[in-house]
């Protein structure tokens, strides 16, 4: 009953940029906060990025000074933008958001996006 639809991966050359959205739809009463993980090969998903109702954020420290998150509530769409993209952030990006429906208004559940794939490579 919740969707989270993600945008914007793709193949770009070391050095460039690409911005991914992620826009969530459905049942939601409020979304406590919404972020980004990554997941490579063979490895594990990690965080990248999150961002809270309020605005606050937390990086990896692999992709500080270099990956912008922001929100846009009235949307419930939440951007990452990534610059200076190196080989090593190749992966497949996941969106994610801890949100309260209108079915549940006592506990928030996780949701998770499809994954859209981002290459970095010349």
């Known amino acids: 009953q919740v969707q989270l639809v993600e945008s914007g991966g793709g193949l770009v050359q070391p050095g460039g940029s690409l911005r991914l959205s992620c826009a969530a739809s459905g049942n939601i009463r409020s979304i406590v906060a919404m972020g980004w993980y990554r997941q490579a090969p063979g490895k594990s998903r990690d965080l990248v990025s999150t961002?809270?109702?309020?605005?606050?954020?937390n990086y990896a420290d692999s992709v500080k000074g270099r990956f912008t998150i922001s929100r846009d509530n009235a949307k419930n769409t939440v951007y990452l933008q990534m610059n200076s993209l190196k080989p090593e952030d190749t992966s497949i990006y996941y969106c994610?958001?801890?949100?309260?429906?209108?079915?549940?208004?006592?506990?928030?559940?996780?949701?998770w996006g499809q994954g859209t794939q981002v290459t970095v490579s010349s």
């Open positions: 961002i809270t109702s309020s605005g606050f954020t």
């Open positions: 994610n958001a801890e949100i309260y429906t209108m079915t549940n208004v006592l506990r928030s559940d996780q949701y």
